[in-house]
């Protein structure tokens, strides 16, 4: 497990309760750099655990740390400011913008230039923005989508719909980036032109990538090292090959029916 001193992301005693439902209770959990997944059954809390370090969600005890900071209840825009982005399980896209223009939306709150240069097209402002598209083609590029950039968003597949919101959320190298189920709904070419990017994307990145989803065998090719999410609480975290066959985790999640190939 990473080093919590130096954790991208350090969650600490995180408590949730909704009424009298506790959904999260006591999760400690250090993601550092590259991916990490976290994996658990329906309703474990894995997407509850995402909007607690996106700020979505303010715990009812715990902390959060990004990259060292306490964050612990801060609003969602001051935590993205930091350098932390997500993704939904749906995806969140504008449908007549396209692909490029959707990917850019992820750009903004780096412009080193403020909002009056760009709101009066200043050169440094535009010089910047060229730059900006340069980098969100190169990433669409990167999951196979370089030839259709300039399609509007909601004429794609969900599944591709889905890879674009994934190259927004990666673009400009976050200091952590939140993937909320990326494979849920993609069909297997869609699957294979998201772990290509990916893969090839983390290779020249710095970033720390906490990937929630189902397809085992993607988090498997993926992911270093896995966390396992289970009535509110970490109960397995390391080596995939290792936590998938643990017989506490098959048990108590993953079911007598459980295999992962390999
Ligand atoms: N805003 C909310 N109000 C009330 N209950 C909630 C709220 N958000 C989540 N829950 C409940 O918390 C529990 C955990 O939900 P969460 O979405 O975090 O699970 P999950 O592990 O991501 O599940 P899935 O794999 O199905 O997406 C569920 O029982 C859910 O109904």
Redesign the pocket.
């Known amino acids: 497990m990473p080093d919590p001193a130096v954790a991208s992301v350090d969650l600490a005693g995180i408590r949730v309760a909704?009424?009298g439902?506790v959904?999260l209770d006591g999760v400690d959990l250090a993601v550092g750099r590259g991916f990490t997944g976290l994996i658990?059954?329906?309703?474990?809390?894995?997407?509850?655990?995402l909007n607690v370090i996106s700020g979505y969600l303010r715990p009812d005890g715990g902390t959060v740390r990004v990259t060292g900071e306490e964050v612990t209840g801060r609003p969602p825009h001051r935590i993205a400011a930091l350098g932390v982005s997500r993704t939904f399980?749906s995806p969140r896209l504008v449908p007549n913008l396209s692909a490029l223009s959707n990917v850019m939306v992820g750009a903004h709150r780096h412009f080193r230039h403020g909002h009056l240069a760009e709101l009066f097209g200043l050169p440094s402002a535009r010089r910047e923005e060229r730059r900006q598209e340069e980098r969100a083609r190169e990433l669409l590029t990167t999951f196979g989508l370089g030839d259709v950039v300039e399609r509007d968003a909601g004429s794609f597949p969900i599944g591709t719909q889905k890879i674009i919101e994934v190259a927004r959320a990666l673009l400009n190298d976050p200091a952590v980036a939140l993937l909320d189920?990326p494979a849920a709904g993609l069909g297997a070419e869609d699957v294979e032109r998201l772990v290509a990017g990916l893969t090839a994307w983390v290779t020249a990145s710095d970033s720390a990538v906490l990937i929630?989803e189902?397809d085992l065998g993607l988090i498997s090719r993926l992911c270093p090292q896995v966390a396992v999410?289970h009535f509110g609480r970490i109960i397995q975290f390391g080596r995939p090959d290792d936590v998938l066959h643990d017989p506490v985790v098959v048990e108590a999640y993953l079911g007598a029916d459980f295999a992962v190939d390999g």
């Open positions: 909704f009424g439902n959904v658990g059954p329906n309703g474990a809390g894995k997407t509850t655990c399980q189920e929630i189902h999410l």
